[in-house]
Structure formats: structure tokens, C-alpha cells
């Protein structure tokens, strides 16, 4: 979970932000994505996306693939609030309804080893 950003952003803010994309793009979810602090992988260019509701975690998964152009063969794990493992063929509107935050952003680690604790 990104701690510089909840700390730099005052929650309201944060609140009134994911309440304007929703209204504006009401197809798609409010997702601060970053990588994990001791990861080798590429940066993403920007933290904060938007995931459309319909695709699936593998889809979003996939494209993050090949955001980041990663080889096929190198290992990459998403991770929802720092520590949650996510795969599979669960919505991402599902996901984002059970773990958004009280902010309205769900937050999601990339790595590429499996990170706990």
C-alpha cells in the first residue's frame, strides 16, 4: 500500500478525486498501482490507472505485462494492499468492491517474486 501517497494526499482529497473519476468514467476503477520497494522491474510511468470493470485480474494482469514488456518467462505478482496475492478470472469490479479503500482507490504492488508480510 502506498503510505507516501496516503500521507502526502489528505483523504478527502483522495476521496473527492476517485469520486470524479467514477463520475466521469463510470466504466472504469480508480486503481494507484506502484511497484514493490526491493523489485528489479521497470517503473511504471504512472501510479495512478484505470482498470475497465469488465475485465478480469488476468486480463488487467496481462496488460500490465505488457506495459512493463516483460518476457513471457520472467515471474510478475500483483499484490492488493501490499500483501493479498491476486490471480485468476475474478472481475476487477469484484476485487475493487471488496478491497477498495476508504478513499475510493484500490491499491496494487507489482513484484517479481512473491512477497509476504
Same mark, same amino acid.
Given at each position: 500500500?502506498? &503510505?507516501?501517497?496516503?500521507? %502526502? &494526499? !489528505?483523504?478527502?482529497? +483522495?476521496?473527492?478525486?476517485?469520486?470524479?473519476?467514477?463520475?466521469?468514467?463510470?466504466? /472504469?476503477?480508480?486503481?494507484? #498501482?506502484? /511497484?514493490?520497494?526491493?523489485? +528489479? #522491474? !521497470? *517503473?511504471?510511468?504512472?501510479? /495512478?490507472?484505470?482498470? !475497465?470493470? *469488465?475485465?478480469?485480474? %488476468?486480463?488487467?494482469?496481462?496488460?500490465?505485462?505488457?506495459?512493463? /514488456? #516483460? !518476457?513471457?518467462?520472467?515471474?510478475?505478482?500483483?499484490?492488493?494492499?501490499? %500483501?493479498?496475492? &491476486?490471480?485468476? *478470472?475474478?472481475?476487477?469490479?469484484?476485487?475493487?468492491? +471488496?478491497?477498495? %479503500?476508504? *478513499?475510493?482507490?484500490?491499491?496494487?504492488?507489482?513484484?517479481?517474486?512473491?512477497? #509476504?508480510?
Amino acid at each position: 500500500m502506498s &503510505v507516501r501517497f496516503q500521507q %502526502s &494526499v !489528505p483523504v478527502e482529497e +483522495r476521496k473527492r478525486e476517485t469520486e470524479k473519476i467514477r463520475q466521469q468514467y463510470s466504466n /472504469k476503477l480508480p486503481i494507484f #498501482l506502484e /511497484k514493490a520497494k526491493n523489485s +528489479r #522491474l !521497470p *517503473d511504471i510511468q504512472k501510479n /495512478k490507472c484505470l482498470a !475497465p470493470i *469488465d475485465h478480469t485480474v %488476468s486480463g488487467f494482469i496481462g496488460g500490465l505485462r505488457k506495459k512493463l /514488456k #516483460l !518476457p513471457k518467462t520472467e515471474g510478475f505478482f500483483v499484490f492488493v494492499n501490499g %500483501s493479498e496475492l &491476486v490471480t485468476g *478470472d475474478t472481475l476487477m469490479s469484484e476485487l475493487y468492491e +471488496r478491497k477498495k %479503500s476508504e *478513499d475510493g482507490f484500490l491499491y496494487m504492488v507489482y513484484s517479481e517474486q512473491e512477497i #509476504l508480510g
